[in-house]
């Protein structure tokens, strides 16, 4: 159980506060509480978020993500709103909106992207909850977020009704409209930083590893579509052959499992990384456990954060290339990160031939409709479709 996961930006004490006790600091009416027919074991708002938190005990990187939002929202009842969770209202939903997009005091609020943790355990006084104000693609992804975890709240009769209901049917709506997927790379830009790369051989502050991995990591998310949780959870053994063709077994979100096919240059890649790094053979041996993104050790896969950083500082290298002649190619470049590769394999896999549903089954999308974003073509071999993927072909460029 997830049972105390929260500093207050503005400490009640000097002492590390849990989060049952920071509520309590600021208990209201609590009209909207259901008192006596919750289904979850849960008296105060701290248990209620602690029992929606442990639904996602076995999905890391989407339970981070929903405890971020909610520890966010809370600072928010606790500093600015003066409420709590079973009394926050709509209109408190709105002002929480708009905060979103601009925390203010900024220097209370906004701070360096650091651990919110000491490497000891302690709170790190210098952690805020943003580095600046989000987006409206973030503050959209927060709500949904938020909206889930009130939602389940209501359907656990902690709640008598959703605060945020009203955003729900609004989204519902907007759904019928057309929408444009414009963050992905052109492929010269893609190889454009593969050289780049190479060419930082030359760097005093990189090795032969750094620089065989940081290839590897961009050639496996642009040739799979993986999510940069994927590709830091899984191993070399999730490699699997199959009648002469590889794919790439992969438990995605939901815990849905998936084989992605793997094309030959993938596998050419895949075969150069371990010959580069010393591993006993050029294709994975079954069930091998040595981490798809390894450590230099080899022994221990390299967290979701540190691949950002790697494909972030690759793409600024690819970016120089394009410096001054193309600034609209490196600027992109500058503001791209590891999901652009996400991307660009659907968009991608679709030009070089491949079906609308070999796309949605590759990328793990649930709704077909969220791989119709991309374009709509016709249904054929979905091993050889995604075979004909190349860095190299010029079926498109």
């Known amino acids: 159980m997830v049972t105390s996961f929260i500093k207050p930006l503005f400490s009640v004490s000097d002492d590390s506060v849990s989060m049952g006790r920071v509520i309590l600091e600021f208990t209201h009416d ?20 602690a029992s929606f938190l442990n639904e996602y005990k076995d999905s890391p990187a989407t339970l981070r993500s929903y405890a971020k939002e909610i520890e966010r929202l809370l600072l928010w009842c606790i500093h600015v ?45 210098n952690w805020r909850p943003f580095v600046k104000g989000l987006s409206g693609s973030s503050v959209n992804k927060a709500i949904k977020i938020l909206d889930s975890f009130f939602n389940y709240l209501v359907q656990t009769n902690y709640l008598s009704g959703n605060p945020m209901a009203v955003d729900r049917r609004r989204k519902r709506r907007n759904n019928a409209q057309p929408k444009i997927i414009d963050r992905y790379l052109e492929l010269d830009e893609i190889r454009a930083t ?3 790369v190479a060419e930082a051989k030359n760097h005093k502050r990189t090795n032969d590893y750094q620089i065989a991995r940081a290839r590897f990591i961009i050639l496996l998310l642009f040739f799979t579509g993986l999510r940069i949780a994927e590709a830091a959870s899984h191993c070399m053994g999730n490699f699997i052959q199959r009648e002469g063709n590889w794919f790439l077994r992969v ?9 992605i096919p793997a094309p030959d240059e993938l596998m050419d890649a895949l075969a150069e990384f371990r010959i580069q790094t010393g591993l006993p ?80 089954e590759n990328a793990g999308h649930s709704d077909i409709g969220t791989t119709m974003h991309y ?23």
């Open 281 to 360: 053979s050029p294709t994975p041996k079954f069930r091998e456990k040595t981490p798809l993104i390894p450590m230099k050790n080899l022994t221990k896969p390299i967290s979701c954060r540190r691949i950002d950083q790697i494909i972030r500082w690759a793409f600024n290298l690819g970016a120089a290339l394009f410096e001054p002649d193309e600034p609209q190619k490196a600027s992109k470049l500058r503001l791209a990160s590891a999901h652009w590769l996400r991307h660009s394999y659907v968009t991608y896999l679709l030009e070089s031939g491949a079906s609308i549903k070999v796309a949605q």
């Open 194 to 196: 593969l050289a780049a």
């Open 251 to 259: 438990k995605g979100k939901g815990n849905k499992v998936r084989e």
């Open 30 to 49: 609590d009209y909207n509480k259901e008192l006596g027919k919750a289904l979850i074991d849960a008296n105060n708002d701290a248990e209620a978020i």
């Open 375 to 397: 374009c709509h073509v016709a249904q054929t071999n979905r091993h050889a479709e995604t075979n004909a993927l190349s860095l190299t072909n010029k079926f498109k460029d």
């Open 81 to 125: 709103g003066k409420v709590n969770i079973s009394s926050i209202k709509r209109d408190h939903i709105l002002a929480y909106q708009d905060f979103l997009k601009s925390p203010s005091p900024k220097k209370l609020w906004c701070g360096a992207s650091i651990s919110r943790l000491t490497k000891d355990g302690s709170i790190n006084t």
